[in-house]
């Protein structure tokens, strides 16, 4: 088993141009799946922004990124990032989420989801965001 804590930032229309940058800066991959790519539009002028993205270096080095929706509350100083714990299993991640829920406020159940088996989104009770789910690959057909 094994678990990975990775930072996620979140943007407003900046999440694609910040993570091209962060490639450019430490090398390595970078994924993205579009909000258009998920199926997932609900404002037509941001179905070309992110609605996951990554940035994969040999170094080690790793950050996840996401436009946060316009209808959704963002403030840059309040809510700039999450803390994404991404696991091989449902059990081993439902047993972390189970812990962290403990005088968290749960903000999405841990249920399945369109893009992993396992998704989960809780504010625990330090005020850090979580989004945790079970790894996956992400298959665009």
Same mark, same amino acid.
């Given at each position: 088993?094994?678990? @990975? &804590?990775?930072t996620h930032l979140n943007?407003?229309?900046? *999440?694609? *141009?910040?993570? +091209?940058?962060?490639?450019?800066?430490?090398?390595?991959?970078?994924?993205?799946?579009?909000?258009?790519?998920?199926?997932?539009?609900?404002?037509?002028?941001? &179905?070309?922004?992110?609605? $996951?993205?990554?940035? +994969?270096?040999?170094?080690? %080095?790793?950050?996840?990124?996401?436009?946060?929706?316009s209808r959704l509350p $963002? @403030?840059?100083?309040?809510? /700039? %990032? %999450?803390?994404?714990?991404?696991?091989?299993?449902?059990?081993?991640? +439902?047993?972390?989420?189970?812990? !962290?829920?403990?005088? &968290? +406020?749960?903000?999405?159940? !841990?249920?399945?989801?369109?893009?992993?088996?396992?998704?989960?989104? !809780?504010?625990?009770?330090?005020?850090?965001?979580?989004?945790?789910?079970?790894?996956?690959?992400?298959? /665009?057909?």
């Open positions: 088993m094994s678990v @990975n &804590a990775v943007f407003r229309g900046d *999440a694609l *141009a910040a993570l +091209t940058f962060y490639r450019s800066v430490f090398g390595g991959d970078l994924a993205v799946v579009t909000y258009k790519d998920a199926g997932n539009v609900q404002e037509p002028s941001e &179905a070309d922004q992110v609605m $996951w993205g990554q940035v +994969t270096a040999g170094s080690g %080095f790793r950050v996840m990124a996401y436009d946060v929706p $963002w @403030n840059q100083g309040e809510n /700039a %990032f %999450f803390l994404s714990l991404r696991g091989d299993t449902a059990e081993e991640v +439902t047993a972390y989420w189970e812990k !962290l829920s403990d005088g &968290a +406020t749960v903000v999405q159940s !841990l249920g399945p989801a369109q893009w992993a088996p396992l998704y989960g989104m !809780l504010k625990d009770r330090f005020g850090v965001t979580w989004v945790v789910d079970v790894v996956s690959q992400y298959d /665009a057909s």
